[in-house]
T-cell receptor
Framework: QQQVKQSPQSLIVQKGGIPIINCAYE??????FPWYQQFPGKGPALLIA?????SEKKEGRFTISFNKSAKQFSLHIMDSQPGDSATYFC???????????FGAGTILRVKS | DSGVTQTPKHLITATGQRVTLRCSPR?????VYWYQQSLDQGLQFLIQ???????AKGNILERFSAQQFPDLHSELNLSSLELGDSALYFC????????????FGPGTRLTVT
């Protein structure tokens, strides 16, 4: 199965809240899991990524949690700001990184 | 700014026509990837070129073709265009043939009328 299932479709949080976006996959051969952030009219921008041998990775206010046994991973945005309002995509890659398989995306709105 | 450039930004054309989208990768990157983003299909991988050679193929239609030139820029050719081809087309680049970190350009919005 080459799919990555992402939820929720959209999310509204108050400024300072911690939005959580979840992704699930079936193919255990995936070995790289990035998150991309996309603003309207722009291309996806690489935000943070994790490998399956690590359970958590933090970069600034962004944290990926990875559960290998459940085949799930999630993005947490600490102290969210209105400037974080964007569409977030999870993705997965097979070894040799030829292509990224993307989730459907989550539209995040952070209210000020 | 990712360092990947794409032209044109917008393209409006009629059904049955042919268009060419252009991409210049980040300086030093040898791989170029093409993706299509549409409302119903999301972001879909089309094709990858590495140092001038086709490296991987995804859900690319036979009406579509791509190439990478000696200066590493790439072109995506779309022919016999249909209404359903209207989408955003992104180019991404990475350093090597199997590099996980892909950096996306700003995209070309294609509208087929």
């Amino acid at each position: 199965q080459q799919q990555v299932k992402q939820s929720p479709q959209s999310l509204i949080v108050q400024k300072g809240g911690i939005p959580i976006i979840n992704c699930a996959y079936e193919n255990t051969a995936f070995d790289y899991f990035p998150w991309y952030q996309q603003f309207p009219g722009k291309g996806p921008a690489l935000l943070i990524a994790i490998r399956p041998d690590v359970s958590e990775k933090k970069e600034g206010r962004f944290t990926i949690s990875f559960n290998k046994s459940a085949k799930q991973f999630s993005l947490h945005i600490m102290d969210s700001q209105p400037g974080d309002s964007a569409t977030y995509f999870c993705a997965a890659s097979l070894p040799y990184g030829n292509k990224l398989v993307f989730g459907a995306g989550t539209i995040l709105r952070v209210k000020s | 700014d990712s360092g990947v450039t794409q032209t044109p930004k917008h393209l409006i054309t009629a059904t049955g026509q042919r268009v060419t989208l252009r991409c210049s990768p980040r300086s030093g990157d040898l791989s170029v990837y093409w993706y299509q983003q549409s409302l119903d299909q999301g972001l879909q991988f089309l094709i990858q070129y590495y140092n001038g050679e086709e490296r991987a193929k995804g859900n690319i239609l036979e009406r579509f073709s791509a190439q990478q030139f000696p200066d590493l820029h790439s072109e995506l050719n779309l022919s016999s265009l249909e209404l359903g081809d209207s989408a955003l087309y992104f180019c991404a680049s990475s350093v090597g043939a199997s590099s996980y970190e892909q950096y996306f350009g700003p995209g070309t919005r294609l509208t087929v009328t």
